[in-house]
């Protein structure tokens, strides 16, 4: 599975910006999707994750209420909406699908992982 993101970049706090990542290589409704980052000098920690059909989600506690993952399943992409954004959201944002059913936002139960886009938060 080849997963790519896109539409990182720079963005004032309070601003908003709208993740994509398309995946290819493997049926895309078989695959749990899961969005995580990693800040300099920090570990990686999930941001949130997504069932196979989207219907159910799972968020990081610093994030409900301002971000938003969704899918669609025939375009093979994955989305991350982040809105309010803070500084301390900056971090390489990265894409991940698992094989296993379970919607978890824990790291080591995702398969595959895409190379991050960054995204900065300025104050």
């Known amino acids: 599975v080849q997963l790519v993101e896109s539409g990182g970049g720079l963005v004032q706090a309070g601003g908003s910006l709208r993740l994509s990542c398309a995946a290819s290589?493997?049926?895309?409704?078989?695959?749990?999707m899961g969005w995580f980052r990693q800040a300099p000098g920090k570990e990686r920690e999930s941001v949130a994750a997504i069932s196979r059909l989207g219907r159910t989600t799972s968020y990081h506690g610093s994030v409900k209420g301002r971000f938003t993952i969704s899918r669609d399943n025939a375009k093979n992409t994955v989305y991350l909406q982040m809105s309010s954004l803070k500084p301390e959201d900056t971090a390489v944002y990265y894409c991940?699908?698992?094989?296993?059913?379970?919607?978890?936002?824990?790291?080591?139960?995702?398969?595959?992982w895409g190379q991050g886009t960054q995204v900065t938060v300025s104050s």
């Open positions: 991940a699908a698992g094989l296993s059913a379970a919607v978890t936002t824990t790291p080591s139960a995702f398969d595959y």
């Open positions: 290589g493997r049926t895309f409704s078989t695959l749990v």
